[in-house]
């Protein structure tokens, strides 16, 4: 077991750390990477029970994983994608100096639907408790199907669901198989965490960048969320599912070089 986390440095030029999805680890951003890698400092984090991190005695929890990250990553915009995004947001809330700039990919502050939320409010557009207590379950029942529901889920919708589901599935098990308590971890995360809250109080400029096609994130969900951030623009990739890095990786890029070009001092 390992206090610390599992983080791969790429690239050169200004820092930039990106955190993974659930089930994934640092190695699915590698066509992100590849566009990156000449302009940024990359810093890929394994999240706790995760890839290269799965021995981690980190808690999968905001705070534990924002200050673990922290602790050994230079002063840097943070992007998070899915489940990363809510360590993300949760650093770029509670430790400004520390990241000065946010970008949330497929990603927002409640991912479960909130059935009590007002018209404009992005938990109106989360998922159903319902589908992801099936997850819930299916983890208990039957691992490997449930990964691979979820792979499905998250590739369809994009305009090349075939190969996004290629990389996805080549990706799940590339560093070893993440333990069914990890992931259980991730899942309760993704329903019972709400960060809504944080978002009107941000104090950084933020970046959400959705895929229209996406079936996990509603789009919906992030145009609400970047409406009530201050200091935010929102981004669709018109044909992008839930990993649009993975199938509209210059696009992505192009957004993210755009955004952390004006938000550098």
Do not use: N
């Amino acid at each position: 077991m390992t206090a610390g986390l599992h983080i791969e440095v790429r690239g050169r030029g200004a820092p930039l750390v990106l955190l993974h999805g659930w089930a994934m680890h640092g190695g699915v951003f590698a066509p992100l990477v590849a566009r990156l890698e000449d302009r940024f400092t990359l810093h890929l984090v394994d999240l706790p029970g995760h890839g290269r991190s799965r021995d981690s005695r980190v808690a999968l929890e905001p705070e534990h994983c924002a200050a673990a990250i922290a602790a050994q990553v230079p002063v840097a915009p943070w992007l998070g994608w899915s489940l990363g995004g809510m360590v993300a947001l949760h650093a770029a809330s509670t430790r400004p100096e520390r990241v000065p700039a946010l970008a949330m990919v497929c990603s927002a502050p409640r991912f479960v639907r909130d059935p009590q939320a007002a018209a404009d409010d992005d938990g109106r557009f989360g998922m159903s408790a319902e589908i992801f207590a099936g997850f819930a379950r299916g983890l208990r029942e039957d691992y490997h199907g449930t990964l691979e529901r979820f792979i499905a889920l998250e590739a369809f919708g994009s305009d090349d669901p075939k190969g996004e589901l290629r990389a996805l599935r080549a990706e799940v098990f590339a560093r070893g198989e993440p333990p069914a308590a990890a992931l259980a971890d991730g899942l309760d995360l993704l329903r019972s965490v709400d960060q809504r809250p944080l978002v009107p109080g941000l104090r950084v400029p933020s970046l959400w960048l959705a895929g229209r096609r996406d079936r996990v994130v509603d789009p919906r969900a992030m145009r609400a969320a970047a409406a009530r951030a201050p200091d935010a623009r929102f981004v669709q990739i018109e044909h992008g599912g839930h990993a649009p890095f993975l199938t509209h990786a210059d696009e992505v890029a192009a957004a993210i070089v755009d955004f952390l070009a004006t938000t550098s001092p």
